[in-house]
């Protein structure tokens, strides 16, 4: 197993702050500087540098000017937290409460604010790495903080694309209407950054720390930026350090759990993926049909999420909409670990979840298989609550299965027909857990919960955040990586005492491969990283054709149409290639105009190998041919006689080149495209 090592900056942005008050050597000094996990492919190394700086004067009357352009001020554009009346909740759960109250003041649009930075960044972004943006709008609010801003990130449920306007099980009811999900940072909708304004107002802290129970939350829980600097002498070292320390804090959640995060472990090194769900209507008798539930999810839906997240791998989703009434034993299971107690049917969730695991799932998903194969289930009932000795939950999950108990009322708005929020969040939320993604916050750490990933238990989004691409995607590449380097080097061992010229410039062409798949990986371009990292064991498996393979592949005929010049059109040209040996690797089509000549891929179905000519103008006096260039994984190359497109004619024989040319190998757009560079004619029999 080796080890991967990764240099990863993130750069941090202060804008509207003081440099004498910050202590950036403090501020730095409480983050990580290192993340290492290991798999049984792969120990990978996470270097992390920091860069302070502070934005000037003018970009930060630019954002400002962006912030006001793109916000919303009244009375009620926000919410405020009861915070004694969610205690009483706390402490009496069978007694509702409304927590939640609106509020005044100024509603920013995050996602204004988010593509502004993208497109006007205060620093050159980072290859490998993020931009992490500390705002000070402290401006906004009054000294009485009867008047606050906070940014509005615009969530939304993905089945019905209704904004978010409620608040998880306990109070997504008419006791708690229109809350407003107020964001003091951002991140993960459009780029490589993340914004945190510790200006901000936000309620969801407050309301974490409460519910959770936690006992010693950070002083960012409960106050903003500029209430907490009031209680500072700002003058001393002390009141700099103190501030600087709450800034640091305020911060680390979003470092800690999303850019670089501590808690997911490194993506499932697998083959393939698959989703296989059932949704069970639980009340068709009583007149809610199965093809009325369809909306609440899709496999559609839930596919493009997972590719999304983990492209590198081919995915199966189905999902499957069933009437209980008809599948006796899941109906006899459900009611094994349920009860009806004035009108409400209570689920017994952990014993339920594990009668499924053992029972049911290995009917449906490969139990043994290596792969990611997660099994869901999904029960609608009206009036249906799941509970488990910490409290009252919709889903659970674990070991590649999830279930979810969601009463029907929840689905629909209060009319009872307008379709409010489905489960597909939910589900990707579960399916995720099963690839190695954590969730984004811990007890007294809930900033990262500011972010547009469905591990949130926050707010709502249609499919995944960058920071949670980037992290499946980057880990899955680093484990890829080590397999095919090491593979190589087994390869390599084998062939070095035998190595001849093409084995030596294969070997070289392998090590350029992986070169390239690392420069690609720096700039973060991951599918661009796994068509090198592809290209690179593709050669390397083609070491030992080197030594046994001496005969060029065949190009048995070709067709040039039109078969003249004729600058108002495009060539279609075709060429039949054999090759009994190592099996051909790549034809090009080589076109001859005006003294230059232009290469042109060509692409392969079966043993033909077809390309297209862009229409040209050349100077007929001159030769305009096209001719190709045929070669196979040992590196051996033909070459046809040229068709000359003046008189329309081309000798058929094949012709083969003696002398290998120099040869440049580049990962292509799905599929191994070889250039090869023709260093001076040949000498050809």
């Not at 547009?452 to 484990?479: A, E, F, H, I, K």
């Amino acid at each position: 197993m080796d080890n991967v090592v990764r240099n990863w900056t993130i750069d941090i942005v202060l804008v509207n702050y003081d440099e004498d008050v910050i202590n950036e050597t403090l501020l730095t000094a409480l983050f990580p500087t290192q993340r290492v996990k290991s798999t049984v492919h792969a120990t990978m190394i996470y270097n992390i540098e920091y860069e302070v700086m502070y934005a000037d004067q003018s970009y930060y009357e630019a954002l400002r000017s962006v912030a006001i352009a793109h916000s919303q001020v009244g009375d009620s554009t926000g919410t405020a937290l009861d915070a004694d009346a969610l205690r009483y909740q706390r402490q009496h759960p069978d007694q509702p409460q409304t927590v939640f109250h609106s509020r005044g003041g100024r509603s920013i649009d995050a996602d204004a604010v988010e593509s502004w930075l993208i497109a006007n960044p205060a620093v050159e972004p980072p290859g490998l790495g993020y931009i992490l943006y500390i705002l000070n709008f402290t401006e906004f609010d009054t000294p009485d903080h009867v008047t606050e801003h906070w940014y509005d990130y615009h969530p939304a449920d993905p089945d019905t694309n209704q904004p978010q306007t409620w608040f998880r099980l306990e109070w997504d009811n008419a006791l708690n209407p229109n809350v407003m999900l107020e964001y003091p940072g951002f991140g993960g909708k459009q780029g490589n950054i993340y914004v945190l304004d510790p200006s901000a107002d936000q309620w969801y802290l407050k309301w974490a720390s409460i519910w959770w129970d936690d006992s010693s939350p950070p002083a960012h829980t409960w106050n903003d930026l500029d209430e907490y600097a009031s209680t500072l002498d700002l003058e001393t070292t002390t009141g700099k350090n103190l501030l600087t320390v709450y800034v640091a804090n305020y911060a680390s959640d979003i470092i800690n759990y999303l850019l670089m995060p501590y808690q997911h472990y490194p993506t499932a090194y697998v083959n393939s993926g698959l989703l296989r769900a059932l949704v069970f209507a639980m009340d068709v008798s009583s007149g809610v049909s199965v093809n009325s539930l369809r909306w609440v999810t899709s496999a559609q839906r839930q596919k493009a999420h997972l590719t999304e997240l983990l492209p590198f791998i081919p995915w199966t989703v189905q999902v499957d909409f069933v009437n209980i009434d008809n599948e006796p034993e899941w109906k006899d299971l459900f009611w094994d670990y349920s009860y009806v107690d004035e009108g409400v049917t209570w689920c017994d969730g952990y014993g339920m979840f594990d009668a499924i695991y053992d029972q049911m799932r290995p009917d449906y998903v490969n139990t043994l298989s290596k792969d990611i194969n997660v099994f869901g289930v999904v029960f609608i009932k009206k009036n249906m609550v799941m509970y488990t000795p910490s409290g009252t939950f919709t889903g659970l999950g674990g070991g590649g299965q999830t279930v979810i108990w969601k009463s029907w009322e929840r689905y629909y708005f209060a009319d009872g027909v307008t379709p409010k929020s489905g489960i597909s969040s939910v589900q990707l939320h579960e399916t995720m857990h099963a690839i190695g993604i954590m969730h984004t916050w811990n007890y007294n750490h809930y900033v990262g919960d500011f972010c547009s990933s469905p591990m949130t238990y926050y707010g709502y989004y249609n499919g995944t955040s960058v920071y949670d691409r980037n992290w499946v995607q980057c880990t899955y590449l680093d484990q890829m990586e080590s397999l095919y380097y090491q593979a190589f080097s087994r390869r390599w061992q084998s062939v070095e005492d035998g190595a001849n010229e093409r084995t030596l410039r294969l070997r070289d062409a392998v090590i350029g491969a992986f070169t390239e798949a690392r420069a690609l990986y720096n700039q973060m371009d991951w599918m661009g990283c796994y068509r090198s990292l592809l290209l690179a064991d593709e050669l390397g498996t083609h070491l030992d054709d080197t030594l046994t393979d001496n005969t060029p592949p065949v190009i048995e005929s070709w067709e040039v149409s039109p078969d003249t010049y004729n600058a108002s059109s495009d060539y279609n040209v075709t060429a039949v290639v054999l090759d009994s040996g190592s099996g051909v690797m790549n034809v090009t089509a080589v076109l001859l105009a005006n003294g230059s000549e232009t290469q042109y891929p060509c692409t392969r179905d079966g043993a033909r190998w077809s390309t297209r000519v862009p229409r040209f103008t050349a100077n007929t006096s001159q030769p305009v041919t096209i001719r190709f260039l045929a070669m196979d994984n040992a590196l051996n190359l033909a070459e046809s006689v040229p068709h000359d497109l003046i008189t329309g004619s081309g000798p058929s024989p094949i012709w083969w080149i003696l002398e290998p040319p120099v040869v440049a190998l580049t990962a292509g757009v799905g599929a191994v495209a070889v250039v090869l560079l023709v260093a001076r004619r040949r000498h050809v029999l």
